[in-house]
């Protein structure tokens, strides 16, 4: 089989990266040239584990390629996929499918032959058919069912851990409109058959739907036990205790149960909003995750607050020492982050700020400016008056906790993501504050 793929953002890429390795050949075009341009000579725009041995591997079998040229990447195709960026619309956060308009007018002008037009893009109820009308506003010579038809495919990839979601995805989703689309993805996903993978076929808007339902379904899950942390706090309960015993619970679950700093990245800040905004438009209005999205933009800005009081409750004139600002490891997405809400507040509160993050200082050097960048976690944390964990890393789970209370002016860690063992943290000599865990007096 052959496909195309519009877009070489993160969805795009992985998508196309994994399908070339189910033996698909797979054409992914982009319009930023530049980006193209170091597709072709290896170099990955994204980090993301494993993607640039599966890239490298796919393009030498010959599976794989890179081009700026729809036409060229759509001869031959049994589908074309729409993978380009749905991000909030300024002013009223609904998201913004000019993109994905963009390519539909594009597909449309290049179709010669029967293809599956395919929304991967997280996109709002009613898109695909949007999508349609386009190609059919564009090519009205086309009868209907006979040179395309649309599908949607929502993605369901954890950055840091896409290639094995896709992989070995819990489900997949297809929503079509004609059997004969259904069975062209029901093709492209044949190797999952062998793991059993369930596949859901469905109509174009329960797929749409099915994407934000999910999204926002976990964000409110984050939301929920982070306000359980809180209440933690305040009765002296340990909120991980009560994370295992209701995730124990089969009708629960375990996962996304752990307390933080708030929720970020590409997907729940921008789908939770999108999602309300449709509700609200079409009358039926979700009072949950509206809640749900109060409450996580206020508790970004607490947990300043909390570094803040963990200090003193003043940091002017003195110097924090941040490590990880990535919204989660093993990426270096800064979309909706923390760290862009808790650093500049700490700052305004004249702070100076030293941080260190194994894969997202370029990016976020762009967007955080006035901090000052160091080469590792323990060049954060010279002549620092605390350290903030903001991001759990793996190389942080494990410092050297004698050579940090050494280079601190004061042995104080708040620690965000809860990495450590407060009682462990009490016997090392650390003032240690954490996130809905009883605190415990330094041990001595």
């Not at 495919?153 to 290639?163: C, D, T, Y």
């Not at 409109?177 to 808007?205: C, D, F, H, K, Q």
């Not at 009560?242 to 009708?251: F, S, W």
């Not at 939770?272 to 039926?284: E, H, I």
Request: net charge neutral; aromatic share 6%.
């Amino acid at each position: 089989m052959r496909i195309a793929m519009i877009g070489t953002g993160y969805v795009g890429l992985v998508s196309g990266a994994c399908f070339s390795e189910f033996g698909v050949h797979v054409c992914c075009v982009d319009k930023d040239a530049g980006k193209i341009e170091r597709l072709k000579r290896g170099e990955i725009p994204i980090y993301e584990p494993g993607l640039d041995d599966l890239v490298a591997r796919n393009v030498a079998a010959g599976r794989l390629s890179f081009t700026m040229d729809l036409k060229e990447a759509m001869q031959g195709v049994d589908a074309v996929f729409i993978a380009v960026g749905t991000p909030s619309r300024r002013g009223d956060g609904h998201a913004d499918l000019s993109y994905v308009y963009g390519a539909a007018e594009e597909i449309a002008a290049n179709l010669d032959h029967y293809t599956v037009v395919v929304t991967k893009s997280t996109v709002p109820v009613g898109t695909g058919r949007e999508v349609e009308a386009i190609i059919r506003r564009v090519r009205p010579d086309f009868a209907p069912g006979a040179d395309f038809d649309v599908a949607s495919n929502p993605e369901f990839l954890r950055e840091g851990s896409a290639i094995g979601d896709f992989m070995r995805p819990d489900r997949v989703v297809i929503g079509a409109t004609s059997e004969r689309a259904g069975e062209v993805m029901r093709r492209l996903y044949r190797p999952l058959y062998l793991i059993e993978t369930p596949i859901v076929v469905t109509s174009l808007e329960t797929a749409e739907l099915t994407k934000y339902a999910a999204n926002t379904f976990l964000a409110a899950k984050i939301t929920f036990i982070n306000e359980i942390a809180d209440l933690c706090e305040k009765v002296g309960a340990d909120v991980h205790d009560v994370a295992r015993g209701i995730g124990l619970d089969g009708r629960i679950g375990k996962k996304f149960l752990h307390p933080g700093p708030g929720y970020g990245g590409s997907c729940f800040p921008k789908d939770t909003l999108a999602l309300v905004r449709t509700a609200q438009q079409v009358g039926s209005p979700l009072r949950i995750i509206e809640t749900v999205v109060d409450i996580n933009a206020k508790r970004k800005k607490q947990m300043a607050e909390r570094i803040i009081a963990a200090c003193g409750g003043v940091v002017d004139g003195k110097t924090i020492g941040v490590l990880g600002v990535t919204f989660k490891p093993n990426t270096d997405d800064m979309r909706d982050a923390p760290s862009l809400d808790i650093i500049p507040a700490l700052q305004a509160a004249g702070a100076h700020v030293r941080a260190f993050d194994p894969a997202g200082m370029e990016e976020a050097g762009k967007l955080l400016p006035g901090v000052e960048w160091t080469k590792d976690a323990y060049a954060a944390l010279d002549g620092a008056d605390c350290v903030a964990i903001l991001t759990e890393w793996n190389e942080f789970r494990a410092l050297d906790l004698k050579r940090v209370k050494k280079l601190l002016k004061r042995p104080v860690m708040i620690d965000l993501r809860n990495i450590y063992n407060p009682g462990d943290m009490a016997k090392a000599g650390f003032s240690y504050s954490s996130i809905g865990r009883p605190s415990q007096p330094i041990a001595g």
